[in-house]
């Protein structure tokens, strides 16, 4: 419980109307949640503007309203405020009414296009193998210690994201770990709170059906660090040609990290196979069980945030050596008798899946072929499509193009927009088949000894969206049913 005035703190007021010392029981941003001593407030999403169901809130029991629009016809019960912003405010407010927590724990944001998951993960495993509580709000998961919640979104709404903190900060946790999207960054869902360091990871092309542009991109992912603290940290990638920029008008401390040039922390491969990478980090050789450069890349930043957070250099880097990666990110399994080796990858961005091709075809040996399955979600940045499908003939023997998570998009149509990347030498090595698990039997059945299989795109998702409808499908699952029929 907390009064209007006190959850007001730090939002920009333009009027009130009624009485600020008023007890609140809760605050939200749905009006369906809304039970009696609620605040309301009214925000103007991207899709619709909860302003008008504003009496469907009183009628439910609110008794305090926030807006940008105040009511023609004030009910003389209820209490109002008229913001300049709602969004923002509510993100402002819901941290005011959970108590402020982040004021009192590590908060750590990771940023970018590629690789936010997985250093938020392995920030998580390594601090709490250092001996902390923590928890960790990620695209996959959301973790409190051991427990794990259902995650659907990379950053949840304001309400229910200080809601999350606060639960995990009452269970015991000092550190938390989040993925802060993009989206979570525009849509005003982390003001308020208090992060302790940002890391970002590097910015490729994605996003850009909701951010239109990629300068609107850049700045929106640079905008969550102008506005760190300067008690914080801020840690960026310097062999991404945007990683400086992100830095330029921060207040929070400097670092950078590189496997190419000169920086605060720096890395060498010295060795990158499927048995995991061989790095030389600060003049320490390290065995990890990750694979890849993009890893290499995910684990320095990693190692430069547990610097920046005071920890021993040492004991950090004999626990992240023996440290696994988030779900659904380069997981692999092997075919028993045909050692047909089966990477599943979130890959969902030409980047993405670029680093993650070229560093299977870096890995391979012989005469492996190298088959890649793939498709694009409906709904979603449509430019990308044809670029996805290049990169996958570049680096792929052959290629099946199928779904993904169609939304409301034909599946076929979205198909036929990839293939308009397919390059005239490349047509004879691919093939379109829209049924998902058709796909990836196909791409079984096509490999001979050793071959890779990459399916890509889903990652750690347990599902399928078509028409509004998720239906069960994990590729994991399916790839290893299929390496069974194979063999039998």
Known sequence: MASFQEILYKVKLQKIVGDTSVQLLSVETDSRKVKPGTCFIAVKGTVTDSHQYIGTAIENGAIAIVCEDIPKILNEDVHYAVVSDSAEAAAIMAHNFYG??????????????????????????????????????????????????????????????????????????????????????????????????????????????YHKTFDEYIRVKKSFFDALPSSAFAISNADDKRGSIMLQNTKARKYMYSLKTLADFRAKIIEDSLLGLELMIDDVEVHFRLIGTFNAYNILAVYAAAMCMGEEKAKVLQILSNTTGAEGRFEYIVSPNEKVVGIVDYAHTPDALLNVLATIKNL?????????????????????????????????????????????????????????????????????????????????????????????????????????????????????????????
């Open 100 to 209: 402020r927590i982040t004021e009192k724990i590590a908060l750590i944001g990771v940023t970018g296009t590629n690789g936010k998951t997985t250093v938020a993960t392995l920030l998580f495993k390594l601090f709490t193998a250092l001996g902390n509580k923590c928890g960790l709000i990620s695209t996959v998961q959301n973790v409190i210690g051991e427990e794990i919640l259902p995650s659907t979104h990379t950053t949840p709404d304001p309400v229910s994201l200080n809601a999350l903190i606060s639960k995990m900060y009452s269970l015991g946790c000092t550190h938390i770990f989040m993925e802060v999207s993009s989206h979570a960054i525009h849509q005003h869902r982390i003001d308020g709170l208090q992060f302790k360091g940002g890391i970002f990871t590097n910015i490729t092309h994605d996003h850009l059906d």
């Open 364 to 488: 391979r040996k012989g005469e492996q072929n190298i088959i890649t399955v793939v498709g694009c979600g409906g709904d979603r940045d449509k430019t990308k499509r044809p670029e996805m499908a290049e990169v996958a003939c570049e680096y792929s023997d052959k290629i099946i193009f199928t779904s993904d998570n169609p939304r409301s998009e034909d599946p076929q149509e979205i198909i036929k927009e990839m293939e308009k990347g397919v390059p005239i030498v490349a047509r004879k090595k691919c093939l379109s088949i829209t049924d998902r698990k058709e796909a990836i039997k196909t791409a079984v059945s096509l490999s001979k000894k050793e071959d890779i299989i990459l399916v890509a795109g889903k990652g750690h998702e347990k599902y399928q969206e078509t028409k509004g409808v998720k239906k069960h499908f994990d590729d994991k699952e399916v790839l290893a049913e299929m390496f069974h029929l194979m063999e039998k």
